[in-house]
């Protein structure tokens, strides 16, 4: 082994930080999955008929699909009737204050850094913490309803703006989609709804900490935003996971719609437990992410980094219907140890005038896989549309993999799709120029994976920005020494 | 300031420092000057900590502790620097942030705050003045772009930064115009001080106009085999090194 690969081995040796079990009780159902799982999902979340039936189709679509393969992952076989399909916390009334919260779960909250109360009243950001499946605190409610902004957990959604629900849920992500998207759409537990009324720009960020908790509880969460005519947001989400030595099957769903003239930004930062440094245990997060930019001037700009999961399998997308339409993807993806990653995006440009950008970093340490998929598909009546992509890898040591799998479709000959990669390494040499210059070897590689990053963290709002910045320099730690 | 004992080193299983002994005061400048190959750089990368060299043999002494049994970023915390004969490009991380984590990573080992944004940015200021470097080479990243001439003016400004006792110069001549040596040998005298050291890397003769050392040794085949007075400089550069094969009975 060379000495970069010692380096490298040395900082990525270090335990996963947020790796910790708090003591919450919860209240379970018995392991396994058919209709009547299904029934008593739907009926502990007193859901309206209509949810139940969109379960019952999801899950009977479900069961004629196979589990899907991947060229570049290498995914264990997943025992579907070994999963516990709901967990909430016991007893789950909404607080006034955070007086009333379990304070185990305040306690959890510190650990991360994101301590609720700070959150409220230093940053201006809604928080709404989704502790496993049932939102327990939603904060700022009552100046985003002002505005006629609603933004609460999707079985309050459920029943109190059913119509809505009913609206627009499976406009973006249907559940023929894709197996995942099948699973999700049968079980989801619970997740975030949020609707932006027409013409109003959300006056804060929002934000949603997703947790899982309860052992062996698989993870259905989904998310919808709407927004409406000329409306704007910023959404947030992130993150972190406690250690687990049993795989644990993620399976998310996010939808957004955006109407004419809307712009909405959504931000996350994904750091699921990636498995101890041997590949033991860790997150498995099939996500199914899509936006619709359904009316003409409309934006969507998905911005992620991605540290965690034992294996991850997203690719936010964007359907570009209107005319003069403008998505960004923009996504780092850290794997280090073990992980593998096979992410991307797809740009579906179907309107005139339509622009997309996409700018992808990855970084791979350890002896992990970092794939890059990306589908950029031009429609026939979607002349003068513009995609330019970019992307970039960037190795630590020489036992990780980092592949680019770009796919292009045009079939509008006045449409301009311009690729660019890159590979590079982090070199011995740098990392002793910093040395002597007084720098430690991880200060090193923290700086300058920072800096090959900076591009896309520059797009994250402040304060996600920083925790991201932290996340990718503890993800690295013992990679290199 | 810096004691060398017997020091024997090798690169990739070949010895290449041979039992070499070098006594440097505070105050003082010494030039090691030699042939291609003689184990210049081995000795400038052995004394700052590169581990792709190992040492075989011998003692270091640096002010009072075993220098080779410091990280390499401690040494530069020691105060030990490093003007690198090839200074390395790194894409996406600017000058500026380098330097502040460098100069507070040194203020930290001496128990400082970190600086104010201010006044490090008051302080580098006042240190591209003494090489001449321009804010938009400093407002790039480490090197990147820059020109051979540009790095090593980059490494005395570094140097300025970081204040160190004890500088080795591998080669910051080579490339060099002569208005550019000029400013780098002038930037490097403005930092001398009677508390403070210098051994100067070269091959030619010329740098040591501007950057006179009290003493010139010449290493070869991984040994000082010659010290003298600064004139020895001059008859090497009038004899050349075959004259040194030659006294080793080559
Ligand atoms: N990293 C390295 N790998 C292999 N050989 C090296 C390395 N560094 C130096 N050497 C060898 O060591 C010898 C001395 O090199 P060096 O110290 O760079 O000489 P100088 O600086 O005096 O020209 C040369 O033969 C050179 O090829
Ligand atoms: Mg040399």
Known sequence: MGDQDKLLNEVTQREYQYGFVSDIETETISKGLNEDVIRLISSKKKEPKFMLDYRLKAYRYWQKMDMPKWAHLNIPEIDFQDIIYYAAPKSTPKYESLDEVDPELLATFDKLGIPLQEQKQLTGVAVDAVIDSVSVKTTFKETLSEKGIIFCSFSEAVQEHPDLIQKYLGKAVPYTDNYFAALNSAVFSDGSFCYIPKGVRCPMELSTYFRINASNTGQFERTLIVAEDDSYVSYLEGCTAPQRDENQLHAAIVEIIVEKGAEVKYSTVQNWYPGDKNGVGGIYNFVTKRGICKGDRSKLLWNQVETGSAITWKYPSCILIGDDTVAEFNSVALTNNYQQADTGTKMIHIGKNSKSTIVSKGISAGKSSNAYRGLVKVGKNASNSRNFSQCDSLLLGNQCGAHTFPYVEVANNTAIVEHEATTSKIGEDQIFYCNQRGISTEDAIGMIVNGYAKEVINKLPMEFAVEAQRLLEISLEGSVG | ?250
């Open chain 2, 1 to 250: 300031m810096l004691k060398i004992k017997d020091l024997r080193a090798s690169v990739e299983g070949k010895q290449i420092l041979n039992g070499l002994n070098l006594e440097v005061k505070p105050g003082e400048v010494h030039a090691i000057m030699g042939p291609n190959g003689a184990g210049k750089s081995t000795l400038a990368n052995v004394l700052s900590g590169n581990d792709k060299y190992d040492i075989i043999g011998g003692s270091v002494d640096f002010g009072g502790n075993d220098l080779l049994d410091l990280s390499p970023e401690n040494r530069s915390r020691e105060g030990l620097f490093l003007s690198f004969q090839y200074p390395v490009e790194i894409p996406g991380v600017s000058m500026v942030n380098f330097l502040k984590t460098a100069v507070n990573e040194h203020r930290k080992y001496r128990n400082l705050p970190p600086l104010k944004a201010g006044d490090f940015l008051k302080m580098m200021r006042e240190k591209k003045e003494l090489v001449h470097i321009d804010s938009t080479l400093t407002n790039r990243s480490v090197n990147e772009g820059f020109s051979g001439g540009e790095k090593k003016k980059n490494e005395i400004f570094q140097m300025a930064m970081l204040q160190p006792k004890l500088s080795i110069l591998d080669e910051t001549d080579s490339g060099l115009d002569i208005d550019a040596l000029r400013i780098v040998a002038n930037g490097v005298n403005a930092l001398k001080s009677k508390d403070n050291a210098t051994i100067v890397v070269t091959h030619y003769q010329r740098l040591l106009d501007y950057i006179v050392p009290d003493y010139v040794h010449i290493l070869y085949k991984g040994r000082i085999v010659k010290t003298a007075g600064k004139e020895l400089a001059l008859e090497l550069e009038e004899k050349g090194y075959d004259w040194i094969k030659e006294e080793m009975g080559e």
